[in-house]
């Protein structure tokens, strides 16, 4: 059973940082593309940002490009989100995703979520 648990979730000031943790299990991490996502209320689930297998290079959404930065540790099975000089408009709830394959922008690409873990990011 595929299990991806998200973690570092919080409240922090405009500026601030924020860092985010997906520890995967039931899988062979290192043969998955990760990405994380977010969706705030009322507006569609967006990519934030992913990683290929087994590591490489990494593909950002525009928003977010210079401030966040995306890891992973394949000996932990883990993927990791950097967040800095965060933005009210960052607020949302943040999801790790897997997929088997190569890095992809859309949420539909992807075989297994987290259950998300919540962003709020106050003026």
């Known amino acids: 059973q595929v299990q991806l648990v998200e973690s570092g979730g919080g409240l922090v000031q405009a500026g601030g940082s924020l860092s985010l943790s997906c520890a995967a299990s039931g899988l062979i991490f290192s043969s998955y593309s990760m990405g994380w996502f977010r969706q705030a209320p009322g507006k569609e689930r967006e990519f934030v940002v992913a990683?290929?297998?087994?590591?490489?290079?990494?593909y950002y959404a525009d928003s977010v490009k210079g401030r966040f930065s995306i890891s992973r540790d394949n000996a932990k099975t883990t993927v990791y989100l950097q967040m800095n000089s965060l933005k009210p408009e960052d607020t949302a709830v943040y999801y790790c995703a897997a997929r088997a394959g190569p890095v992809a922008r859309s949420a539909s690409a992807y075989h297994y979520w987290g259950q998300g873990t919540q962003v709020t990011v106050s003026p």
């Open positions: 990683i290929p297998w087994p590591d490489g290079s990494q």
